[in-house]
């Protein structure tokens, strides 16, 4: 069974309350981002899996805010499609209550920092994308081997959270043990050769 596979966590129990299920629905959700985006690569089309980059983030980051900082209220406003906090106070308020929690630190504000702008380039067919289409005279897929391993890392690193959080939620001592010897293999032999060898 490929490694990509064994990530599902298929069968697994979750908490059925409110913020626990929405939490878990974006973990979910973030984690067939990557398994996508993984496959998008294998077939070589790397600005559809790009462009999943900010949807991979946005769902991991989400299920962390409902899972720690939500209220009732939210949840019932997302229920009615209401809730429209802004992304950038989701990340601020996930990094102040981490970090104020005991022996957790939060750095998600540096993560946003670092990529926000690419990752909106990339969802959005900015230049990031065009110009990445662009070779010579011709127009198609030039994507270098650096920014396929560095999008093959970025959702690898976004999955293996995300399933981590939902290993966690779970209380399943056996879907935590295969998500800590999944991201150990992964970076013990680079994420591009491991996961198309499994």
């Known amino acids: 069974m490929r490694l990509i596979e064994r990530l599902r966590l298929n069968g697994i129990e979750l908490p059925n309350t409110g913020s626990m299920m ?7 959700l973030c ?14 089309l ?3 899996a790009s462009s999943l980059l900010r949807s991979l983030f946005e769902s991991y980051t989400k299920g962390l805010w ?26 601020k308020e996930i990094d102040e209550y981490r970090n104020n929690s005991e ?13 926000w702008k690419s990752l909106n380039n990339l969802t959005h067919a900015g230049p990031a994308q065009i110009t990445r289409r662009i070779s010579g005279d011709n127009i198609a897929s030039n994507y270098n081997e ?17 399933a981590g959080q939902l290993a ?31």
């Not at 939490?23 to 979910?28: H, L, P, V």
């Not at 984690?31 to 070589?44: G, K, P």
């Not at 650096?146 to 995300?162: C, P, Q, R, V, W």
């Open 146 to 162: 650096e920014f396929i391993k560095d999008m093959l890392s970025f959702s690898t690193n976004y999955g293996l959270l995300a």
């Open 168 to 198: 966690l939620l779970s209380g399943n001592k056996v879907a935590r043990k295969t998500v800590l010897e999944i991201s150990k293999l992964l970076f013990e032999n680079g994420y591009n050769k491991a996961l198309k060898r499994n």
């Open 103 to 115: 022996n957790k630190t939060s750095k998600l504000s540096v993560a946003k920092k670092m990529n």
């Open 31 to 44: 984690m067939e981002h990557f398994r996508s985006i993984v496959a998008l690569t294998e077939l070589e």
């Open 66 to 91: 409902f899972e720690y900082c939500s209220s009732e209220v939210d949840i019932e406003l997302l229920n009615k499609d209401k809730f429209n906090k802004p992304f950038g106070l989701l990340v």
């Open 46 to 48: 790397h600005g559809s």
């Open 22 to 28: 929405v939490a878990s629905s974006y973990y979910s």
